[in-house]
């Protein structure tokens, strides 16, 4: 196993209406076609932008103080999680020979405006961050990098699964979405999120530079 390897495993904006944002993030929105991965470094700067997003989420929505208990403890970690995979993403890239992408500039609109509003769009977040890994999966050619992908591909399913818990959502098509998970298009993901960036086609092209 490479170092590189072993690093990854272990490792102000325009406002949006509340509800064209979840939307969006649900549905998607138009924006420009992205390309295919070429290597492993460009899908490792696409999950490094969605964790940036998710990272920067938390961190916002944790200090808004709209949980409590149980509930704040659990956000708390998925948001530690999500600066962890950020961290490991940036310095696997570089390690890579790579330029990590820039956090994006993002406005979350009305996300914080009650518990529902926060809890609702961190699970169509995390969702969207386990389709984003699963679709992206077949174009890493580094299998280790895979293998490494596949884990937090696995704690972003966590992620969603508690959230959905907190929500009080049915087990099926709430905790969990099906009995396989799909995944999602590089160009389905980025335009669901598109919303939430600030300048959307300057992500696509640093991550497809």
Same mark, same amino acid.
């Given at each position: ?85 950020? #961290?490991? $993403?940036? /310095? ?10 820039? !956090?994006? &500039?993002?406005? @979350? =609109? ?21 389709? #984003?890994? $699963?679709? /992206? ?10 293998? !490494?992908? &596949?884990?937090? @591909? =696995? ?55």
């Amino acid at each position: 196993m490479t170092d590189t390897t072993a690093d990854l495993i272990h490792g102000n904006a325009s406002a949006v209406p509340a509800g064209v944002a979840i939307g969006a993030l649900n549905n998607g929105f138009t924006l420009t076609s992205a390309k295919d991965f070429s290597n492993d470094i460009e899908v490792l700067n696409y999950a490094l932008a969605l964790e940036y997003l998710e990272a920067e989420f938390y961190r916002q929505g944790n200090a808004a103080n709209l949980v409590n208990g149980r509930e704040k403890q659990y956000l708390q970690q998925i948001g530690a999680d999500e600066a962890s995979h950020v #961290a490991t $993403l940036t /310095a696997t890239i570089q390690k890579l020979g790579g330029t990590p992408i820039g !956090a994006p &500039a993002v406005d @979350f =609109g009305g996300a914080f405006d009650s518990r529902k509003s926060y809890l609702t769009t961190a699970h169509v977040f995390e969702n969207k961050g386990v389709g #984003a890994y $699963l679709g /992206a999966a077949g174009f890493i050619k580094d299998k280790m990098i895979l293998q !490494a992908a &596949a884990g937090i @591909f =696995g704690v972003e399913a966590r992620h969603a699964a508690v959230v959905g818990n907190l929500l009080g959502l049915k087990a099926e098509g709430g905790v969990y979405m099906s009995s396989f998970e799909k995944g999602a298009s590089k160009s389905n993901v980025l335009t669901a999120v598109a919303p939430f960036l600030v300048d959307p086609g300057k992500v696509v092209a640093a991550i497809t530079h």
